[in-house]
């Protein structure tokens, strides 16, 4: 418990996935503590959809965040050029919707939407209106932020969730049909089927630059489906976004510019360098903090860093392949390697989401006849920190 200096234990900046699962879990874990969340939007989980292969959690992870699924799936598709199949093993998504329904009445009056903060610290956090609110630790969930201490690639995607005039048919997600133009990068597009006539469209795009043209990505959803046969009666909502795909960076450095503050989900790295999955991470995270002892800014901040360098080291592999994926080859030959990964087997494509490459799986993705040019693969490789990248570009 804090003490009569301290109005809480913990003041948690955002209400995202992140925090949201920290909140979850202490609420379960550790009641006595006096939690208050801030959120600047009108409701907590913002307009997303998070997904996840059930492989990716321990059951019992996937028992204690059943409450907040939304759909499920026991196979999903990959389409290529060259490839289409069918993986087998459960699959799931939380809409934005049903995360707030379970984590709104759980917090309850400890939750405040629209709230702007102007600044923050360790131990307390400074309202647009000029109020300061304290804790032992303040815990930053905004989301990614920038740093020269990062060299990034950008997945940037926008989904329409419509309501089609008759049933689409699928049997299941399509978490990547790149059978599409490539308009410059690896572009795919992802299909979760929410209901016989309703399901989510996304146009998503592995590009070098963080900018992009919503315009575009409308057209291409509209004219994907068309190409398929749907007509769409309604877009029930269109949800956008740029998940951060890391090629190198320096940890260490990074972190120093945190000044001591708690940070989790994006803003601390804790996500799939490669396919920006980012649950899994934010489970692992939540379990922690619920199981320090001590909560203090210091105590806090040192473990959570601590667990991030872990997460970062587990990474380093996957940072290598975007560094080959995005510096070697043309651009719009990048879905060359995606398909040729699509194609092994499917414990090791089961293993590389949950992070958990053996060393045969890493052999196995680095030998036979390379998706991209040798020489310029090795020279990607060999580009582990971020300056090297920027002065190359």
């Not at 709104?104 to 600044?119: D, F, H, N, Y």
């Not at 004219?223 to 976004?241: F, K, L, N, P, T």
């Not at 040019?373 to 020279?379: D, K, M, Y």
Request: aromatic content about 10%; glycine content about 8%; charged content about 20%.
């Amino acid at each position: 418990m804090g003490d009569a200096a301290t109005a809480y234990d913990l003041i948690l900046v955002g209400a995202g996935l992140a925090n949201g699962l920290v909140a979850l879990r202490l609420r379960e874990l550790r009641p006595e503590l006096r939690i208050l969340m801030l959120e600047q939007g009108e409701q907590a989980g913002g307009n997303h959809t998070w997904s996840f292969h059930d492989s990716d959690l321990t059951n019992a992870q996937n028992d204690w965040i059943a409450p907040l699924v939304s759909h499920r799936w026991p196979r999903y598709d990959v389409v290529f050029p060259e490839l289409t199949r069918t993986l087998h093993g459960g699959y799931a998504s939380i809409e934005s919707r049903d995360f707030a329904r379970v984590l709104t009445p759980t917090m309850a009056e400890a939750l405040r939407t629209g709230v702007q903060v102007a600044s923050l610290s360790p131990t307390q956090v400074t309202l647009a209106d000029g109020q300061t609110l304290h804790a032992r630790a303040v815990i930053d969930g905004r989301g990614m932020r920038a740093s020269s201490h990062l060299a990034l690639g950008y997945q940037t995607f926008l989904g329409q969730e419509v309501r089609l005039a008759a049933p689409h048919g699928l049997n299941g997600p399509t978490i990547m049909d790149a059978s599409v133009a490539q308009q410059g990068g690896y572009r795919f597009v992802y299909l979760l089927p929410f209901g016989p006539d309703r399901v989510l469209i996304e146009d998503t795009h592995y590009v070098d630059s963080a900018a992009w043209e919503p315009q575009r990505l409308r057209a291409n959803i509209g004219a994907y489906a068309a190409g398929r046969g749907w007509h769409i009666d309604e877009i029930v909502r269109e949800e956008q976004g740029s998940l951060p795909i890391v090629l190198a960076g320096d940890f260490e450095r990074y972190w120093d510019e945190l000044e001591g503050v708690p940070t989790v989900g994006l803003r601390a790295g804790l996500f799939h360098a490669t396919t920006g999955y980012s649950l899994p991470h934010a489970v692992r995270l939540a379990e922690h903090i619920a199981g320090l002892p001590d909560v203090s800014a210091p105590s806090l901040f040192a473990a959570v860093r601590d667990h991030a360098r872990q997460e970062w080291q587990t990474q380093g592999f996957f940072r290598m392949l975007n560094r080959m994926l995005f510096l070697a080859g043309s651009p719009d030959n990048r879905w060359r390697v995606m398909q040729r990964f699509y194609s092994l087997h499917a414990r090791l494509i089961a293993r590389f989401y949950a992070a958990e490459l053996t060393f045969a799986d890493k052999a196995r993705l680095l030998t036979g006849k390379p998706p991209v040019p040798v020489l310029e693969a090795f020279t990607a490789v060999r580009k582990t920190h971020p300056y090297q990248i920027r002065k190359a570009a």
